[in-house]
T-cell receptor
Framework: AQSVTQPDIHITVSEGASLELRCNYS??????LFWYVQSPGQGLQLLLKYFSGDTLVQGIKGFEAEFKRSQSSFNLRKPSVHWSDAAEYFCAVASVGAQKLVFGQGTRLTINP | NAGVTQTPKFQVLKTGQSMTLQCAQDMNHEYMSWYRQDPGMGLRLIHY???????DQGEVPNGYNVSRSTTEDFPLRLLSAAPSQTSVYFC????????????FGSGTRLTVV
């Protein structure tokens, strides 16, 4: 069965610092991979997605993620975080032809001024 | 377009009561799903639908019923509310899961006392 692991429950970084959020997945074939962001009290917004092609994908709000098949990872990065990036981030995976997404547990990001 | 609309936004129920959480989308999406979000557990799939008249169970279906009589609507019914069903519920829809990911509603915060 598909599964997603986000090893970091909570990360704190300083404003202007770089950010990397980790995501590892378990799936036999090449999956569809997603990162979502959830601001407090809000629904989830799609940041970026990967399903084929270039393994480095660009998303909204200056985020990018890199798919590494050998490591079964899809880590999210941002070169310089802003206070408005404070939120919870979810990695998700779907199999080709699947009708549902499987989510990781989420990583809560706090930004220090 | 309104996107995915969930009502109500907040609800308090007494144990044993029943209620329906409403979800409507105006994007002509075939895929619709219900998730619940609990602290430290990410989002867990309750039920999903790949089109009108077709529904299936997700990871945590017990205590919930769904139906899909139209493309636009996908209500979630709690048959006899229990405190364990206290959660935030999200409805999501997609044109085609793999290529698009899901569009989420803003959620319903349900408390069962």
């Amino acid at each position: 069965a598909q599964s997603v692991t986000q090893p970091d429950i909570h990360i704190t970084v300083s404003e202007g610092a770089s950010l990397e959020l980790r995501c590892n997945y378990s799936y036999g074939a090449t999956p569809y991979l997603f990162w979502y962001v959830q601001s407090p009290g809000q629904g989830l917004q799609l940041l970026l997605k990967y399903f084929s092609g270039d393994t480095l994908v660009q998303g909204i709000k200056g985020f990018e993620a890199e798919f590494k098949r050998s490591q079964s990872s899809f880590n999210l990065r941002k070169p310089s975080v802003h206070w408005s990036d404070a939120a919870e981030y979810f990695c998700a995976v779907a199999s080709v032809g699947a009708q549902k997404l499987v989510f990781g547990q989420g990583t809560r990001l706090t930004i220090n001024p | 377009n309104a996107g995915v609309t969930q009502t109500p936004k907040f609800q308090v129920l007494k144990t044993g009561q029943s209620m329906t959480l409403q979800c409507a989308q105006d994007m002509n999406h075939e895929y619709m799903s219900w998730y619940r979000q609990d602290p430290g557990m990410g989002l867990r799939l309750i039920h999903y639908s790949v089109g009108a008249g077709i529904t299936d169970q997700g990871e945590v279906p017990n205590g919930y019923n769904v139906s899909r009589s139209t493309t636009e609507d996908f209500p979630l019914r709690l048959l006899s509310a229990a405190p364990s069903q206290t959660s935030v519920y999200f409805c999501a829809s997609s044109l085609g899961l793999g290529d698009y990911g899901y569009t989420f509603g803003s959620g319903t915060r349900l408390t069962v006392v």
